[in-house]
């Protein structure tokens, strides 16, 4: 398969928030991470200043989403309880709706109380599940009753332990049996919009999340909107022997191969490089 082939191949769309979100071309998902220790000390916000100027500095870039999370995922983080995560979503989110009333948002969490409250409170067009259902059994069910849009992501046990879980016999393999049968399960319960995160740097090790890379085109099996969520990811900054505030033109040259093999969304820290690298791998490849 060409990257012609690949590249604005995917035609599935997601009912979002009333409205039809397509993929005629790969759509960008701004972080907003409202924790005081996300990997990537540049995307912290916990004051209310910083919320509405981030976001509203992603939306004028060209964001199609922002995702908004309030608990650290990062390697080793010990997670905080559900009552503060809620707390920090909802600040974050009554700022942003109150401002931004139109924007598509997506909010990250594993919890099901917390997906239910946020999108009926908020109306959160989607929801981020950094487990694919394996935190909570419970989430699947929640999702099918909100009937949103459901980002499923591959994780192997907790951000407090997954990268000793971070053992494959075939990486790529592991994660679309994973898929196939979560994907069923889900397909059953009536869920069928839904966005397929290999979750790179989650439960899997540098050599890993290359491996994915390389071999990215087999999640096109699901025929899935695919997400990519490498920005300024250690699978960069230690290559290169730099560090997350260093790791944008990383970031760009691995937004470039995913696109190239198909990625739909591209979940970033800088909205205005990614969007660029959009419009230049597409007019590379002749698409409009």
Not at 20 to 47: A, C, E, V, W
Not at 197 to 202: A, E, Q, R, Y
Request: aromatic share 6%.
């Amino acid at each position: 398969m060409s990257p012609k082939d690949t590249f604005f191949s995917h035609k599935q769309s997601l009912y979002c928030g009333g409205r039809i979100l397509d993929f005629k071309q790969p759509r960008i998902m701004g972080i907003l991470n409202i924790t005081p220790d996300s990997f990537y000390h540049g995307s912290r916000l916990m004051d209310p200043e910083g919320i509405l100027e981030t976001a509203t500095g992603m939306i004028s870039e060209g964001a199609d989403i922002l995702d908004i999370g309030a608990y650290s995922s990062r390697p080793g983080s010990g997670g905080i309880p559900a009552g503060e995560e809620i707390r920090r979503l909802e600040m974050a989110l009554d700022i942003i709706r109150s401002s931004h009333p139109d924007m598509l948002i997506s909010v990250d969490t594993f919890r099901p109380e917390i997906a239910s409250r946020v999108v009926k409170d908020f109306n959160v067009d989607m929801i981020n599940d950094i487990s694919g259902g394996d935190l909570d059994p419970e989430m699947f069910d929640t999702i099918a009753g909100l009937q949103v849009p459901y980002v499923m992501m591959h994780m192997k046990g907790k951000p407090s332990d997954m990268q000793r879980h971070a053992r494959y016999t075939d990486v790529v393999k592991e994660i679309i049996l994973n898929f196939s049968e979560k994907l069923r399960q889900l397909n059953l319960l009536g869920v069928n919009d839904i966005v397929i995160d290999p979750g790179f740097g989650f439960a899997k090790t540098i050599e890993h999340n290359y491996q994915i890379l390389k071999q990215l085109e087999a999640f096109h099996i699901f025929n899935q909107p695919l997400m990519v969520g490498i920005s300024r990811k250690s699978m960069i900054y230690r290559i290169l022997g730099n560090d997350p505030s260093e790791a944008l033109n990383g970031s760009t040259v691995l937004h470039t191969i995913a696109l190239m093999k198909g990625a739909n969304i591209l979940r970033v820290h800088d909205v205005k490089e990614a969007l660029e690298t959009v419009k230049l791998v597409g007019k590379t490849l002749g698409q409009s």
